[in-house]
């Protein structure tokens, strides 16, 4: 049974570039959430994404973009990068039929690091 | 908007001391959960506590929910090295399913 995945592992970008992150959620999730990790801080909610569409969302600017296809995979694109975007995303799956409210596993995460 | 503060922020002992960290929740909370992340890695889903006053063990770490549901800590009885990370208390908004998190306590352990 596959755990959250989530690619690229690492990537670096140069500020303006625009950027897609990708998750594939544990066997049985529906919902896929997005966080940002900035060094030495705790993980930021950005989006949450059920039935395709995004439910609820974090205090971030609208550069920050994402989508759930039909099979609960997930992207996050973030557009015209600043340095301040250099962190650590997380994708988090759970379920909301069967999950206790609010667990959520956390995939490997994907280092983005902004020049 | 909600806030979860952790105390301390950092914490360094000598392996077979023990070790606490503490979590305080602006708002009441429907349950906390606690998460591990080691150097380098993603954060780990370790425990959920939901009922008031609950306390839950796993082997040497003791979990605890307040009696107000507004505060946890979470307890390690002589640590080990490999017990060295950054522990996160993480809380659902009330209205919503995001999770809000602590900014975390890291702890190393001297051998």
């Known amino acids: 049974d596959a755990g959250v995945t989530q690619s690229p592992t690492h990537l670096i970008k140069t500020r303006g570039q625009q950027v897609t992150l990708r998750c594939s959620p544990k066997?049985?999730?529906?919902?896929v959430s997005w966080y940002q990790q900035a060094l030495g801080q705790g993980p930021q909610f950005i989006f949450q994404y059920y039935e395709e569409e995004e439910r609820q969302r974090g205090n971030f600017p609208d550069r920050f973009s994402g989508h759930q296809f039909p099979n609960y995979s997930s992207e996050l694109n973030v557009n015209a990068l600043l340095l301040g975007d250099s962190a650590l995303y997380l994708c988090?799956?759970?379920?909301?039929?069967?999950?206790?409210?609010?667990?959520?596993?956390f995939g490997p995460g994907t280092r983005l690091l902004v020049l | 908007g909600q806030q979860v503060m952790q105390i301390p922020q950092y914490q360094h002992v000598q392996e077979g001391e023990d070790f606490t960290t503490y979590c305080n929740s602006s708002?009441?909370?429907?349950?906390i959960q606690w998460y591990k992340q080691r150097p380098g890695g993603h954060p780990v889903f370790l425990i959920q506590?939901?009922?008031?006053?609950e306390v839950k063990k796993q082997k040497r770490l003791t979990f605890q929910f307040g009696e107000a549901k507004k505060n946890s800590s979470l307890h390690i009885t002589a640590t080990q090295t490999t017990d060295v990370g950054t522990y996160f208390c993480a809380g659902p908004e009330e209205y919503g399913n995001k999770l809000v998190f602590g900014a975390g306590t890291i702890l190393r352990v001297k051998s």
């Open positions: 708002t009441t909370l429907s349950n």
């Open positions: 988090a799956s759970s379920s909301l039929v069967t999950g206790t409210r609010g667990t959520q596993y």
């Open positions: 506590l939901v009922k008031s006053g």
């Open positions: 066997s049985g999730h529906d919902t």
